[in-house]
């Protein structure tokens, strides 16, 4: 059973940093992918950014193109977020998930529904 555990979330002033971290355990990720997706109250859960675990691809969300930056560590089995320049706007709960690679992953990396395990979320909350 995989398991996702997201750390690294906080309070930061708009302009300022933070990086997220999802460690992963419970399996052979190599035919994975890891998504970030983020939920403001009232909000769906949308996509923020995805990396395949075997290639390293990456993909991420026009909103945050230029300011995050998703990476991994194979061998910690941990996933990262790298967020600079926050905004207001970003904040949000974050969230880590995982899916397998397949026809359906890349035909819609950036659907939830793909994702099949979860992390119990980080809050970021980006202060004006």
């Known amino acids: 059973q995989v398991q996702l555990v997201e750390s690294g979330g906080g309070l930061v002033q708009a302009g300022g940093s933070l990086r997220l971290s999802c460690a992963a355990s419970?399996?052979?990720?190599?035919?994975?992918?890891m998504g970030w997706f983020r939920q403001a109250p009232g909000k769906e859960r949308v996509f923020v950014a995805g990396?395949?675990?075997?290639?390293?691809?990456?993909y991420h969300a026009d909103s945050v193109k230029g300011r995050f930056t998703i990476s991994r560590d194979n061998a910690k089995n941990t996933v990262f977020l790298q967020m600079n320049t926050l905004k207001p706007e970003d904040t949000a709960v974050y969230y880590c998930?995982?899916?397998?690679?397949?026809?359906?992953?890349?035909?819609?990396?950036?659907?939830?529904?793909?994702?099949?395990?979860w992390g119990q979320g980080t809050q970021v909350t980006v202060s004006s």
């Open positions: 998930a995982a899916a397998v690679l397949s026809s359906r992953y890349y035909g819609d990396y950036e659907s939830p529904h793909v994702y099949d395990s």
């Open positions: 990396i395949t675990w075997s290639s390293g691809d990456t």
């Open positions: 419970g399996r052979t990720f190599s035919n994975y992918a």
